[in-house]
């Protein structure tokens, strides 16, 4: 059984997930970009017995565009989202796939609210590296 363990930018604040994810997926809402700093958002939903969390968290809880709230677990230290929780799916947890730090992660095949995407957001990875320097 495949083992990954996502953590915050110190390493206090980690979530082990044991198993493959249940889903990958991205999220263009706008709460998901404010969140993250970035135009979209990746995440790993797991069942919620196949993660074990350790370290110390803070919980921050919002209501999303859906109306469901989403409570996010993030190191007091550093600031970084581990892990959250979804009242719409209180079975799971989800994580976001950059705290796996693994670019063999599995990909996405589930993409949320499209109609806020910025136009550009899947072509920045066309772009050529000559473009930046």
Do not use: N
């Amino acid at each position: 059984m495949t083992t990954r363990t996502a953590s915050c930018s110190c390493g206090q604040l980690r979530a082990t997930c044991a198993g493959e994810p249940v889903r990958v997926s991205i999220c263009h809402c706008l709460e998901c970009q404010k969140r993250t700093g970035s135009i979209f958002a990746v995440q790993a939903r797991f069942a919620r017995d196949q993660v074990v969390a350790e370290g110390r968290s803070t919980a921050w809880t919002r209501v999303g565009d859906s109306g469901a709230a989403a409570t996010f677990h993030f190191c007091p230290v550093c600031g970084s989202i581990a892990y959250w929780v979804m009242s719409a799916a209180p079975g799971f947890i989800a994580v976001p796939v950059g705290q796996f730090a693994d670019p063999a992660f599995p990909s996405p095949h589930v993409s949320v609210y499209d109609e806020r995407q910025h136009p550009w957001a899947m072509a920045a990875g066309e772009l050529a590296m000559e473009h930046f320097f």
